[in-house]
């Protein structure tokens, strides 16, 4: 059975940090890698950050410098470091894995397989 468990959100102040993390079982890892999503209320989910097989990490434009996405192979754990959070990250974040597809650059060209049940971020001025 295929598990994807996450933690680690909350409410934080404009410019505060968090780290979300997920546990992914029963699944091996495809090349393209594991993943964070995200939504917002009245806006499609969104790519946020992945990390290939390889190690190949994407970032979408609007958390590059500001989010750092990494994995731990031997307990599958994927964790989503965040600083200098904005009003607009406030979403609810999913961890995913097993997209159908992704490009060289580590972009998942199509939706993944396997979702969590989602962590809520809240950032507030």
């Known amino acids: 059975q295929v598990q994807l468990v996450e933690s680690g959100g909350g409410s934080v102040q404009t410019g505060g940090s968090l780290s979300l993390s997920c546990i992914i079982s029963?699944?091996?890892?495809?090349?393209?890698?594991r993943g964070w999503y995200r939504q917002s209320p009245g806006k499609e989910r969104e790519l946020v950050s992945t990390?290939?097989?390889?190690?190949?990490?994407y970032y979408a434009d609007s958390v590059k410098g500001r989010f750092t996405i990494s994995h731990d192979d031997p307990s599958d754990t994927l964790y989503l470091q965040m600083n200098s959070l904005q009003a607009d990250d406030t979403a609810v974040y999913y961890c995913?894995?097993?997209?159908?597809?992704?490009?060289?650059?580590?972009?998942?060209?199509?939706?993944?397989?396997?979702w969590g049940q989602g962590t809520q971020v809240t950032v507030s001025s």
């Open positions: 995913a894995a097993d997209p159908h597809g992704c490009s060289n650059d580590g972009r998942w060209t199509d939706p993944p397989l396997y």
């Open positions: 029963g699944l091996w890892m495809s090349d393209c890698g």
């Open positions: 990390i290939a097989k390889r190690g190949t990490t």
